[in-house]
């Protein structure tokens, strides 16, 4: 089945830009809605962006001017860059696939049905 | 942006009891609205999606309903394995998470 793989640095300096990505594997990236969802430790989720395997994105207004989500269809994976980090960027953060599907109440409607297991990232000097 | 508020915070139930979560959008999002729950060091599993479509697999005692700004998660009858957090969360525009609902065994 399709699974999902968070990797990156677990632990950046203030000021740099956090880097990570997830593969795909089991299944190809070329369809769907790519996301990143960040959880600070002890907090509720934040919705970070999110990657088209077209390559069109969408990001969350208030991370927007530090964000860029980028997808790589050859290697099977997309990645996320997060820059000028401080620690209030300390999280666990998910990669998560979106899909589509008729409600019963009516139309299509999108959700996240697929997370991978979370990487924590420190921001610290 | 459109804000999700879920009510109440925290919850303290017992098994077999009926626990009902409420969120509420700060504008119309018709029935974009998606339950998930969530376990400590855990990721978040969908259980409700359009605001009242149960997840195949997810039990029966889950339900949701709702439309336009206010949606509702029931849980009847509740088991020991229900007892985490649950979040809604918004796909009108872009994308957006209520601040969660911890439940509790009483």
């Known amino acids: 089945q399709v699974q999902l793989q968070e990797s990156g640095p677990g632990l950046v300096k203030p000021s740099e830009t956090l880097s990570l990505t997830c593969t795909v594997s089991?299944?190809?990236?070329?369809?769907?809605?790519w996301n990143w969802i960040r959880q600070p430790p002890g907090k509720g989720l934040e919705w970070i962006g999110y990657v088209y395997y077209s390559g069109t994105t969408k990001y969350n207004p208030s991370l927007q001017s530090r964000v860029t989500i980028s997808v790589d269809t050859s290697r099977n994976q997309f990645s996320l860059k997060l820059s000028s980090v401080t620690a209030a960027d300390t999280a666990v953060y998910y990669c998560?696939?979106?899909?589509?599907?008729?409600?019963?109440?009516?139309?299509?409607?999108?959700?996240?049905?697929?997370w991978g297991r979370g990487a924590l990232v420190t921001v610290s000097s | 942006d459109i804000q999700m508020t879920q009510s109440p915070s925290s919850l303290s139930a017992s098994v077999g009891d009926r626990v009902t979560i409420t969120c509420r959008a700060s504008q119309s999002i018709t029935n974009y609205l998606n339950w998930y729950q969530q376990k400590p060091g855990k990721a978040p599993k969908l259980l409700i999606y359009?605001?009242?479509s149960l997840r195949s697999g997810v039990p029966s005692r889950f339900s949701g309903s709702g439309s336009g700004t206010d949606f509702t998660l029931t849980i009847t009858s509740l088991q020991p394995e229900d007892f985490a957090t649950y979040y809604c969360?918004?796909?009108?525009?872009?994308?957006?998470f209520g601040q969660g609902t911890k439940l509790e065994i009483k």
């Open positions: 089991g299944g190809s990236i070329s369809s769907y809605y």
């Open positions: 998560a696939r979106e899909v589509e599907a008729r409600a019963v109440a009516g139309g299509l409607v999108e959700y996240f049905d697929l």
């Open positions: 969360q918004q796909s009108y525009r872009t994308r957006a």
């Open positions: 359009g605001a009242s």
